[in-house]
């Protein structure tokens, strides 16, 4: 995998490809990722985005991100978006995602964010100083409910599904 960070916002590479080989979602992903650049976020968080065609990634960071305390878990968190879109199960289709309304891809991340977190969150990958946010609260919401289940299940048949279910 080779590595484009023009901006140096990522100075130890050796986390990235640390979190690349560990990652519990996907077992290959250094070999499934030909191309990793590295930009400055223009969104409200950090994102990746990955074409599975050409093999590239574009993961959105701040100039900050490398202090946050949560730094290795918004990494496996944003390689886990990979991981799915790279699983046959997960059903992910481009031409599916960008047919959906604004609405609708806000609902459908805010399921895909919970269904990675809570399966991060079983692998003991959500640092202590995280497990208290609202984002890991929704987790443990869905979860004691009995819903995360349903995420799970929707999410693996298939984005489509998902927005068919909820509107
Ligand atoms: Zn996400």
Same mark, same amino acid.
């Given at each position: 995998m080779n590595i484009i960070d023009d901006k140096n916002l990522i100075p130890? &590479?050796? +986390? +990235? /490809? @640390?979190? +690349?080989?560990?990652?519990?979602?996907? &077992?290959?992903l250094s070999s499934r990722i030909k191309n990793l650049t590295i930009e400055i976020s223009m969104d409200p968080s950090e994102k990746i985005n990955f074409d599975i065609a050409t093999? @590239? #990634?574009v993961l *959105?960071?701040? &100039?900050?991100?490398?202090? @946050?305390? /949560?730094? /290795?878990?918004?990494?496996?968190? /944003? *390689?886990s978006h990979v991981a799915d879109k790279l699983n046959p199960e997960f059903k992910y289709s481009d031409e599916k995602y960008d047919r959906l309304t604004t609405k609708e891809v806000a609902a459908v991340r805010t399921l895909w964010d919970c269904y990675i977190d809570s399966r991060l969150n079983r692998k003991h990958l959500v640092p202590a100083?995280? #497990? &208290?946010t609202?984002?890991?609260?929704?987790?443990?919401y869905l979860e004691s409910c009995g819903v995360n289940n349903a995420v799970h299940y929707l999410m693996k048949s298939g984005i489509i599904q998902i927005v068919l279910c909820l509107s």
């Open positions: 130890d &590479k050796s +986390i +990235i /490809e @640390k979190v +690349i080989n560990v990652h519990p979602l996907c &077992k290959n093999q @590239k #990634a *959105f960071v701040f &100039k900050d991100t490398i202090l @946050k305390p /949560e730094y /290795e878990f918004v990494l496996f968190h /944003e *390689f100083s995280y #497990a &208290k609202n984002r890991m609260g929704r987790v443990d």
